[in-house]
T-cell receptor
Framework: DQQVKQNSPSLSVQEGRISILNCDYT??????FLWYKKYPAEGPTFLIS?????DKNEDGRFTVFLNKSAKHLSLHIVPSQPGDSAVYFC??????????FGKGTTLSVSS | DAGVIQSPRHEVTEMGQEVTLRCKPI?????LFWYRQTMMRGLELLIY????????DSGMPEDRFSAKMPNASFSTLKIQPSEPRDSAVYFC?????????????FGPGTRLTVL
C-alpha cells in the first residue's frame, strides 16, 4: 500500500508561469515532509522540506504547503524556469525512520 | 565534502554472476540507506543502517540480496546470483538522524544491467 502518492506522473508548464506539484499521504504519523529533484543520470537532490508543525515553508522560488487535515502537500515553483525540468519526488517519514517516497512527477518547463 | 560516493557508476553482468555495489557516505553521517529505482516501482528502500547496524531490511527482495556496513565510511550491497529482473538503478544515501529532521543526501547511483 502506497503511503505517499503522487498521482500526476507528468506536468507541463510554460516558462515564467507557476508549477504546482501535488502529493498525498495516508499515514497521519508522518512528521516530516521533503521534496527532492532528480535529473537524468544523477541521484535525487534535496530541494525543500517542511515539518508537520508548519503549514508553509518558502525558499526562494520554491514554496511547500502542508494541509494536515487533507493529508496533502504541494510544491509551488514561481516563476518556473527551463532548468527546473526534472523529476520531483515527494517523501515523508516519522522522525528517526526511513523516508518513504512517492513515484515522482516529471516536470517539463518550456521556453 | 565530496558527497555520497558510489561505485561503479555502471555495471553490466551476466545472469548468475555476483555483483557488488559500493558506497561511501558523507563523513559524520550516522545513517546509510540503499534504494532501488525502477520504472514500475519507483524509488524503493531496500535496507538502512544506523550507526553501522541494520535497522530495517524488510525491503530486501530476497536472500540473493545482502548488505553490510563494516564501518561508518563504507557499505556494500551484494547480489548473488544476479538475475535480469535485478536490472535497475541502485542509490545509496546518507543522513544524520537527529530524531527531528532527517534530510537524506543521495549518491549518483549505480546503473546495473543483468543480461
Amino acid at each position: 500500500d502506497q503511503q505517499v502518492k503522487q498521482n500526476s506522473p507528468s506536468l507541463s508548464v510554460q516558462e515564467g508561469r507557476i508549477s504546482i506539484l501535488n502529493c498525498d499521504y495516508t499515514n497521519s504519523m508522518f512528521d516530516y515532509f521533503l521534496w527532492y529533484k532528480k535529473y537524468p543520470a544523477e541521484g535525487p537532490t534535496f530541494l525543500i522540506s517542511i515539518s508537520s508543525i508548519k503549514d508553509k515553508n518558502e525558499d526562494g522560488r520554491f514554496t511547500v504547503f502542508l494541509n494536515k487535515s487533507a493529508k496533502h502537500l504541494s510544491l509551488h515553483i514561481v516563476p518556473s524556469q527551463p532548468g527546473d525540468s526534472a523529476v520531483y519526488f515527494c517523501a515523508a517519514n516519522q522522525a528517526g525512520t526511513a523516508l518513504i517516497f512517492g513515484k515522482g512527477t516529471t516536470l517539463s518547463v518550456s521556453s | 565534502d565530496a558527497g555520497v560516493i558510489q561505485s561503479p557508476r555502471h555495471e553490466v553482468t551476466e545472469m548468475g554472476q555476483e555483483v557488488t555495489l559500493r558506497c561511501k557516505p558523507i563523513s559524520g553521517h550516522n545513517s546509510l540507506f540503499w534504494y532501488r529505482q525502477t520504472m514500475m516501482r519507483g524509488l524503493e528502500l531496500l535496507i538502512y543502517f544506523n550507526n553501522n547496524v541494520p535497522i530495517d531490511d524488510s525491503g530486501m527482495p530476497e536472500d540473493r540480496f545482502s548488505a553490510k556496513m563494516p564501518n561508518a565510511s563504507f557499505s556494500t550491497l551484494k547480489i548473488q546470483p544476479s538475475e535480469p529482473r535485478d536490472s535497475a538503478v541502485y542509490f545509496c544515501a546518507s543522513s544524520f538522524i537527529t530524531g527531528k529532521t532527517d534530510t537524506q543526501y543521495f549518491g549518483p547511483g549505480t546503473r546495473l544491467t543483468v543480461l
